[in-house]
């Protein structure tokens, strides 16, 4: 029974994502244990907080062909992905390619959002890849590291607000008490 696609494809395809990443200074992770991601990129270090993102990896035989989302692969997406919180992109790499160092290309599948000043993840609607170019990876880092410092400066509001709600029942109850 012959195989629909070649068995090198998903290797090929997370050597060429693990180099491009790499190359764009980011530290790349295998996922064995997180279902329906293949990388984990980590951004940050040196006396910087660690950014996270997660990459699902969609293969493909060649440079001609065009990495493409079916409609039923974004509900996929969301059932899969309904509890992430990090942000999660696509990439999608050919296994054969004449020059053997394949740019790819990259979409948002959980993609991190600032609205409001607020900091959350939303499902990414679009189902266009665009060529992950040493520009698109910069901005991405940056993107991330603006969201997170964003999220965090968030949590320490909540945090601070959390320890305040309890300072204030906690001095009530003197009050009453007394």
């Not at 990443?21 to 951004?43: E, K, N, Q, Y």
Request: proline share 7%.
């Amino acid at each position: 029974m012959p195989f629909a696609e070649p068995w090198y494809l998903q290797t090929r395809a997370q050597a060429y994502a693990i180099l491009r990443l790499t190359r764009g200074g980011v530290h790349v992770s295998r996922t064995p244990g997180m279902p329906g991601l293949d990388l984990l990129i980590t951004a940050g270090g040196r006396g910087s907080a660690l950014r996270h993102c997660g990459v699902v990896l969609q293969p493909r035989l060649a440079t001609a062909d065009p990495a493409v989302v079916e409609p039923g692969m974004i509900a996929r997406e969301q059932r899969l992905f309904a509890e992430s919180t990090l942000p999660i992109c696509m990439l999608s790499f050919p296994a054969e390619d004449p020059n053997d160092d394949p740019t790819g290309e990259f979409r948002w599948v959980v993609e991190p959002r600032v609205q409001g000043g607020k900091a959350f993840l939303a499902f990414s609607s679009s189902r266009r890849f665009q060529p992950l170019t040493d520009e698109l990876l910069r901005r991405l880092v940056q993107e991330l590291g603006e969201w997170y410092a964003l999220r965090s400066r968030d949590d320490q509001l909540l945090a601070a607000g959390v320890h305040d709600i309890a300072a204030q029942a906690a001095n009530g109850r003197k009050r009453r008490a007394g």
